[in-house]
């Protein structure tokens, strides 16, 4: 009898060490998920439509918080314009960059060299409706959405004291992956019209 309650007094310790073990790791797991969330990997969903067809609203994106500075032709995050609210657009232009809307074939120039914006464009739509010739300061991002004809970006701020540039400290990450839904899966790269401006 004694070798059965003594049995059953170590079963009882397995039972409470395999609990406690679960708790410990569901917590670690939840602290590392946070850590991750806060430092690495950020989730944001798409709130309109100044990214279609790239990304249409309620789409999801994962966003990379250390893939370092911005570089033209990113989608990236930032504190944008309306009090700081999260946004999401194309770099176009980055410190130093000459941007200039448009050439005599209605294209965006950056240095000279002329985009061809047809791969991420929004459908129908063109370059920009408004003529612009900015030069982007040191630190400072020229930021544009896909859908142009719908999307209040750097063009609709350039009368406002920071004349429509972001500072690059504001970003918070650039997007990597379309997650949701599942049917729009996509991996982001940088358009190789951007690879030509120098």
Excluded at 53 to 68: H, P, Q, Y
Aim: charged share 25%.
């Amino acid at each position: 009898m004694a070798v059965t309650k003594k049995a059953e007094g170590v079963g009882k310790e397995k039972k409470k060490g395999g609990f406690r073990e679960t708790v410990l790791l569901l917590v670690l797991g939840v602290g590392i998920a946070l850590l991750l969330q806060a430092f690495v990997v950020g989730s944001f969903y798409i709130p309109s439509v100044s990214m279609e067809n790239t990304l249409l609203i309620n789409d999801r994106v994962f966003v990379n918080k250390l893939a370092g500075k911005p570089d033209r032709g990113d989608i990236v995050v930032f504190k944008g314009w309306n009090n700081g609210e999260d946004t999401i657009k194309r770099v176009i232009g980055i410190g130093g960059d000459k941007v200039v809307c448009c050439d005599s074939k209605k294209r965006i120039t950056v240095n000279g060299t002329p985009l061809d914006e047809s791969s991420y464009l929004y459908p129908g739509d063109y370059a920009s409706g408004d003529k612009f010739n900015v030069t982007v300061p040191a630190g400072k991002l020229w930021l544009m959405g896909d859908h142009r004809s719908a999307s209040a970006d750097s063009r609709a701020h350039m009368e406002e004291p920071g004349g429509g540039f972001i500072s690059e400290n504001d970003v918070i990450g650039k997007a990597v992956v379309r997650y949701w839904p599942l049917s729009r899966g996509y991996l982001f790269s940088r358009p190789d019209t951007f690879d030509k401006v120098k």
